[in-house]
């Protein structure tokens, strides 16, 4: 059988791939690209959340037709401060990722229900027995733990709620950290949908990537009474055990994976160390993509190892930090660092998010009397974490 022939070939059609295959599309009309996912629908089903301050203006478009959901603002919760914030809040869904991707690549270049078998930097081999052979591939089959780096696990279940009687939220609570705590930092995470539609998540900063789903359920449930909400029904449900990276090898992680084929997404390491959130690096690494010259595979290769050895540098500071929460503060009193942090100034928290933290905010950050003993910070950093390699 011969193979089918593309400039590109991208594998993995979650959030990073859907994003690459849109830019190529958008700015370098002149290559024919294709995107393999093995589930019947690109992304899966998720829904993807971002500050609008994460994202360098030049992304608008990009994003634009996957936004499912807007608010001007938000607000955080602990048990002695609360804030309203003004940076406006934005969700996209698979769905819609899943529809633009398919208006945008012309008939025959979206692959759905197909596996990839093995890769390399021109060549795909797929479940089906059918061969792509490209210029270049590019591998964004998510992650399945970060070999060689050790930290911790942001943890959630997360559910829609649909409900009898409005809620009467009209901006996300992105924290909400007057909840009994357990299994370290624990709070609610609630975004309003609709005036009768909630989603609201159940989440830990834990040392464990161990999940008690009907523990949590029962959770969700009991913030919803105390709320006064009237659940109808649950439309929608999901899990995640993200990694949050406090130290690591990255030549050792480079060196693992990959089989010389280009790297993107999550798997690569393209995410905020903290927050594990990933969707504004894949925005900006597909937007560099579509920048390059040369597409061959293993030009390819190297400029995503350039990008992701210039994101892990610059994701130091986040690291540190990691291991400040994870090894310096009691489980039991996490929160008081996110207290504290909250109320920095509003510009600070939005370079936090984004990444993009000055060395002004970096001081800012750590300066005053921490909401942890000086001798378990200064102990905490030579601390490596857990290993990250397997994903609960
Ligand atoms: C429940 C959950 C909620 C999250 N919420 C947010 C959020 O709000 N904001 C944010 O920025 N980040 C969020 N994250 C973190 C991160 O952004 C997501 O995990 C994101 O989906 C990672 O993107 P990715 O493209 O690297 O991987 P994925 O989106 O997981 O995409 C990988 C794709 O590759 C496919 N695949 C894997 N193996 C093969 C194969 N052999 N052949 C073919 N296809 C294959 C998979 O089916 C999948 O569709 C969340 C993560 C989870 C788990």
């Not at 060689?148 to 901006?171: D, E, N, V």
């Not at 009237?230 to 990959?258: C, H, K, N, R």
């Not at 930090?321 to 928290?349: K, N």
């Not at 984004?354 to 601390?383: C, F, H, N, Y």
Request: aromatic share 10%.
């Amino acid at each position: 059988m011969q193979p089918d022939t593309c400039d590109i070939a991208i594998l993995g059609g979650g959030l990073a791939g859907g994003l690459i295959a849109l830019a190529l599309s958008a700015r370098r009309p002149d290559l024919r690209v294709m995107i393999v996912e093995r589930g019947e629908k690109l992304g899966g089903h998720h829904i993807w959340s971002f500050f609008a301050s994460d994202l360098p203006s030049t992304a608008q478009a990009l994003v634009e037709p996957m936004i499912a959901a807007r608010w001007d603002g938000y607000s955080v919760h602990f048990p002695s401060f609360s804030r309203a914030l003004s940076t406006p809040y934005r969700s996209v869904t698979s769905e819609r990722l899943d529809l633009a991707v398919r208006a945008t690549l012309p008939p025959g270049c979206v692959l759905t229900g197909v596996e990839v078998v093995s890769a390399t930097p021109v060549t795909v081999a797929l479940g089906d027995g059918r061969r792509i052979a490209a210029r270049g591939v590019i591998d964004a089959r998510g992650s399945n733990g970060l070999p060689h780096m050790g930290g911790g696990w942001q943890k959630f279940l997360g559910r829609m709620l649909c409900l009898s009687t409005p809620h009467g939220l009209t901006a996300p609570i992105v924290m909400d950290g007057r909840v009994e705590q357990a299994d370290g930092y624990h709070f609610i995470y609630c975004l309003p949908f609709s005036p009768t539609e909630i989603f609201v998540e159940d989440t830990y900063y834990s040392d464990s990537p161990m999940l008690d789903v009907p523990k949590l359920g029962r959770r969700l449930a009991n913030y919803a009474a105390l709320q006064g909400w009237q659940v109808e029904t649950i439309s929608y449900e999901e899990t995640g055990v993200l990694p949050v990276i406090a130290s690591g090898d990255f030549d050792a992680f480079w060196a693992a994976g990959g089989n010389g084929v280009a790297r993107a997404g999550a798997g690569a390491g393209l995410l905020h160390p903290l927050t594990s959130y990933s969707l504004p690096e894949a925005v900006r690494f597909a937007l560099h993509l579509t920048t390059l010259d040369n597409f061959s595979g293993s030009s390819l290769e190297r400029a995503s190892h350039a990008w992701v050895a210039d994101h892990w540098r610059r994701g130091r500071f986040y690291r540190m930090l990691s291991r400040m929460l994870f090894g310096a503060a009691r489980p039991d009193v996490r929160w008081r660092v996110l207290e504290r942090f909250y109320r920095l100034p509003e510009p600070l928290i939005e370079r936090f998010y984004a990444g993009q933290s000055t060395l002004t905010d970096r001081l800012r950050i750590l300066a005053g009397k921490p909401p942890v003993s000086v001798t378990a910070a200064l102990a905490s950093l030579a601390g490596y974490g857990r290993p990250l390699a397997d994903l609960a």
